[in-house]
């Protein structure tokens, strides 16, 4: 059975920063990727980072270039998401996805075969 359990979530002031865990099991590690995506109330769900598998490939949302960093411990089935620099923008809840198959564009959810359950992140003072 495949789960991915995201954790990590929290309520942080802004210019603060957290760092997103993703735990994956019953699957093995090859996925093709694994994407962080946020919905926040009355938003649509945006793209925020995603991994390729096979050559640890990095994507960014423009939003968050520069503040967040995606990367991944294999020996311990685990996606992060290091988050600097956090703004009331980032106010959202946090899922992590992975895809068996090449979405049509790396940062679209839709191409996302499996999800977790979400971490809330609260940026505010």
């Known amino acids: 059975q495949v789960q991915l359990v995201e954790s990590g979530g929290g309520l942080v002031q802004p210019g603060g920063s957290l760092r997103l865990s993703c735990i994956t099991s019953?699957?093995?590690?090859?996925?093709?990727?694994i994407g962080w995506f946020r919905q926040a109330p009355g938003k649509e769900r945006e793209g925020v980072s995603c991994m390729r598998s096979y050559d640890a490939s990095k994507y960014y949302a423009e939003s968050v270039k520069g503040r967040f960093t995606i990367s991944r411990d294999n020996a311990k089935r685990t996606v992060y998401l290091q988050m600097h620099g956090l703004e009331q923008e980032d106010t959202a809840v946090y899922y992590c996805?992975?895809?068996?198959?090449?979405?049509?564009?790396?940062?679209?959810?839709?191409?996302?075969?499996?999800w977790g359950q979400g971490t809330q992140i609260t940026v505010s003072t």
């Open positions: 019953g699957f093995a590690l090859d996925y093709y990727a």
């Open positions: 996805a992975a895809a068996f198959s090449r979405p049509s564009q790396l940062l679209d959810g839709d191409d996302y075969d499996y």
